[in-house]
């Protein structure tokens, strides 16, 4: 069973920085794809990136490309996504989620919140 956890979430300002860490346990990460999802208050939940187990592949969401970046440490079985620019839109609790090639997100993290406000 594979297992994930997030952490960096917090508070920060309009323009600032956050960086999410998604650890994993268990089984071999490396064989899955990453995602990192967020869902705001009142809103469905909604893709934000995404990273493919081989590590080349990646793509986002149109509201935050050119500002963040996903990234996966295979020694650490941990995938960040660094967030900069920071918006008040960007808050919301964000998840990272995993699949096996040809599947579904089937394991998921709790989330971890972000908050940004001045």
């Known amino acids: 069973q594979l297992q994930l956890v997030e952490s960096g979430g917090g508070l920060v300002q309009p323009g600032g920085s956050l960086r999410l860490s998604c650890a994993a346990s268990?089984?071999?990460?490396?064989?899955?794809?990453v995602g990192w999802f967020r869902q705001a208050p009142g809103k469905e939940r909604e893709g934000v990136s995404c990273?493919?187990?081989?590590?080349?592949?990646?793509n986002y969401a149109d509201s935050v490309k050119t500002r963040f970046t996903i990234s996966r440490d295979s020694t650490k079985n941990t995938v960040y996504l660094q967030m900069n620019s920071l918006n008040p839109e960007d808050t919301a609790v964000y998840y990272c989620?995993?699949?096996?090639?040809?599947?579904?997100?089937?394991?998921w993290g709790q989330g971890t919140q972000v908050t940004v406000s001045s």
């Open positions: 990273l493919a187990r081989t590590g080349r592949g990646t």
């Open positions: 268990g089984l071999a990460f490396d064989e899955y794809a």
């Open positions: 989620a995993a699949r096996r090639r040809g599947g579904t997100f089937a394991y």
